[in-house]
């Protein structure tokens, strides 16, 4: 049973195009994150959402729009491909927002590329 | 200068070998200190955390940090060809699981 499962793992797609990604976690936590890893194995945060609530957005362009159904599902939809967006994408989870050690849960990952 | 600084390698040490992984930090607020491991097209997990100045030893991984110089260590004694990954070090100054993570170090053991 996959703790955090997102799809699609690759994502190929014209420069323009809108596109989802979908993720979902079995583990009951209340909160879920969407990261970014660009080329250089860089990990940044985009957005945390505790309870379907939005609690962090970190400078997102408006083209990138989170959406929590309810605790278990964190979708991202993404306006107006750019190059620039080709990335890898993480979905995590955790137990709660508050412990700054909590562990991070992490799916394996969605591989755009925008052509 | 980015807030977490880390060598992102390759480093290739033989199987066996005590690797060392390092990161620096400039920011003095981070105060949480965790350690991610993250194999080749997967999402990273967690190996170690700690929050106090020190170490903190876990088998064959030992997590440092030494918060005055602003340095955290990972150690990795009797290295196995199975600790071939990217290592992340990652930090938080609090609350609200804001992480900020070190752009990794990529090992390979070699059998």
């Known amino acids: 049973d996959t703790a955090v499962s997102q799809t699609p793992k690759y994502l190929v797609t014209q420069m323009g195009n809108d596109k989802s990604i979908k993720c979902e976690q079995n583990l009951g936590h209340d909160t879920m994150y969407w990261y970014k890893q660009d080329s250089k194995k860089f990990l940044k945060i985009m957005f945390s959402y505790n309870n379907k609530e939005l609690i962090i957005n970190e400078t997102v362009p408006n083209r990138f729009s989170p959406k929590s159904p309810d605790k278990a599902h964190l979708n991202l939809h993404i306006n107006s491909l750019e190059l620039g967006d080709s990335a890898v994408y993480f979905c995590?989870?955790?137990?709660?927002?508050?412990?700054?050690?909590?562990?991070?849960?992490f799916g394996s990952g969605t591989q755009l590329s925008v052509l | 200068q980015k807030e977490v600084e880390q060598d992102p390698g390759p480093l290739s040490v033989p199987e066996g070998a005590i690797v060392s992984l390092n990161c620096t930090y400039s920011n003095s607020a981070f105060q949480y200190f965790m350690w991610y491991r993250q194999y080749s097209r997967k999402g990273p997990e967690l190996l170690m955390y700690t929050y106090s100045s020190g170490n903190k030893e876990d088998g064959r991984f030992t997590a440092q940090v030494d918060k005055s110089s602003k340095y955290i260590s990972l150690f990795i004694r009797d290295s196995q060809p199975s600790d071939s990954a990217t290592y992340l070090c990652?930090?938080?100054?609090?609350?609200?699981?804001?992480?900020?993570f070190g752009t990794g170090t990529k090992l390979q053991v070699i059998p």
């Open positions: 990652a930090l938080n100054s609090g609350g609200y699981q804001k992480v900020t």
């Open positions: 995590a989870s955790s137990l709660t927002l508050k412990d700054p050690l909590e562990k991070l849960f």
